[in-house]
Nanobody, 126 residues
Framework: EVQLVESGGGLVQPGGSLRLSCTGS????????IAWFRQAPGKEREGLEC????????YFVESTQGRFFVSGDSDGNTVYLQMTSMVPEDTGVYYC???????????????????WGQGIQVFVSS
């Protein structure tokens, strides 16, 4: 059984930073990609960035003007979302998901991801 667990969320002041982790277990070769999504209150789930498991590069999330970036462990089971210079609009529930599709210069789409974590709350407020 595939399980994804997010951690590292919570309350942060504007301008601050948080690092979310997503740790997967039971992942197979069909789950070659891990992606981060977020859902702000009253809004649709938004794809941030995806990374192939085991990829040791860092990818900036374009929609956040370079404030967020995604990286992963070489073992391919943990992926991170580093969030910097945070603003209140970053408030929401953050999810990681596993799937098979990740395209360069294209935000991940929920429909392409089969397995999801339970989500973790992030609050940006003074």
């Amino acid at each position: 059984e595939v399980q994804l667990v997010e951690s590292g969320g919570g309350l942060v002041q504007p301008g601050g930073s948080l690092r979310l982790s997503c740790t997967g277990s039971g992942l197979t070769s069909d789950d070659a990609v891990i992606a981060w999504f977020r859902q702000a209150p009253g809004k649709e789930r938004e794809g941030l960035e995806c990374i192939r498991r085991g990829d040791h590069f860092t990818y900036f999330v374009e929609s956040t003007q370079g404030r967020f970036f995604v990286s992963g462990d070489s073992d391919g089971n943990t992926v991170y979302l580093q969030m910097t210079s945070m603003v209140p609009e970053d408030t929401g529930v953050y999810y990681c998901a596993a799937g098979a599709y990740c395209a360069a210069d294209e935000a991940p789409a929920p429909k392409d991801y089969k397995h999801w974590g339970q989500g973790i709350q992030v609050f940006v407020s003074s």
